[in-house]
């Protein structure tokens, strides 16, 4: 083990904001309105909706899932970061949540790139995969504990070469604790297990935010 890791102290988040991220004025904005309110720890934060946007233009995605939309910050990162011609659907369950995510991508001028259904997502993702819907990128990030079931649908609805990205894959910290068995980390850590051991796919597991996983289907 490399004991060179360095631990994320306030000050180096703060000189990684500072010098690793470049986030405008509407989307600090709506990271702030977010992060008022009574839930908003469960937003991406800015490197992660900076990872979703470069991943997009270096890739050269033009479909995207998001599972998960809350008050649209990773959304508005991705959407922004397609072509013209790209698509994103996403996927929630809270309209309250999505009338603020829609507001902002109104004014973002990127509302008539992303298709909002409000749905129970695994279902909605059946009824796709039935219909043979394919994604360049899927973007994970709903309820934790239906992680593994979430998993195995993705995989189904994602092209050749696609790459699934899944967050809070850390979850605080708590995979690593033994002594932490809510049903939400078991659910993480048996998502966890699955993908390293599935040679249907890549991964890499990044360490930042509260943890991310990459996979690329084969």
């Given at each position: 083990m490399n004991?060179?890791?360095?631990?994320?102290?306030?000050?180096?988040?703060?000189?990684?904001?500072?010098?690793?991220?470049?986030?405008?004025?509407?989307?600090?904005?709506?990271?702030?309105?977010?992060?008022?309110?009574?839930?908003?720890?469960?937003?991406?934060?800015?490197?992660?909706?900076?990872?979703?946007?470069?991943?997009?233009?270096l890739l050269?995605?033009?479909?995207?899932?998001?599972?998960?939309?809350?008050?649209?910050?990773?959304?508005?990162?991705?959407?922004?970061?397609?072509?013209?011609?790209?698509?994103?659907?996403?996927?929630?369950?809270?309209?309250?949540?999505?009338?603020?995510?829609?507001?902002?991508?109104?004014?973002?001028?990127?509302?008539?790139?992303?298709?909002?259904?409000?749905?129970?997502?695994?279902?909605?993702?059946?009824?796709?995969?039935?219909?043979?819907?394919?994604?360049?990128?899927?973007?994970?990030?709903?309820?934790?504990?239906?992680?593994?079931?979430?998993?195995?649908?993705?995989?189904?609805?994602?092209?050749?070469?696609?790459?699934?990205?899944?967050?809070?894959?850390?979850?605080?910290?708590?995979?690593?604790?033994?002594?932490?068995?809510?049903?939400?980390?078991?659910?993480?850590?048996?998502?966890?297990?699955?993908?390293?051991?599935?040679?249907?796919?890549?991964?890499?597991?990044?360490?930042?935010?509260d943890g991310?996983?990459?996979?690329?289907?084969?």
């Amino acid at each position: 083990m490399n004991s060179r890791h360095v631990g994320i102290t306030d000050e180096l988040q703060e000189y990684l904001y500072n010098f690793g991220v470049r986030e405008d004025q509407l989307l600090e904005r709506l990271r702030n309105e977010t992060l008022a309110m009574r839930f908003g720890h469960m937003q991406v934060s800015p490197e992660q909706g900076q990872l979703l946007a470069f991943l997009i233009k270096l890739l050269g995605v033009t479909s995207v899932l998001e599972i998960g939309v809350f008050t649209g910050y990773s959304s508005l990162c991705m959407a922004r970061a397609l072509s013209n011609d790209g698509v994103l659907m996403a996927l929630d369950n809270q309209k309250r949540f999505t009338d603020i995510a829609e507001a902002y991508w109104l004014e973002a001028g990127v509302l008539d790139k992303i298709e909002l259904r409000l749905c129970d997502a695994l279902a909605e993702i059946e009824r796709l995969r039935q219909k043979a819907a394919r994604f360049d990128m899927i973007f994970l990030d709903a309820d934790k504990e239906r992680y593994p079931d979430y998993y195995e649908a993705c995989l189904g609805l994602l092209s050749s070469g696609g790459l699934l990205i899944v967050d809070n894959v850390l979850w605080y910290g708590n995979v690593a604790k033994a002594s932490v068995t809510e049903p939400i980390t078991k659910a993480i850590r048996a998502l966890n297990k699955i993908i390293v051991e599935d040679e249907r796919v890549e991964m890499t597991m990044l360490p930042f935010s509260d943890g991310m996983t990459l996979v690329r289907k084969k």
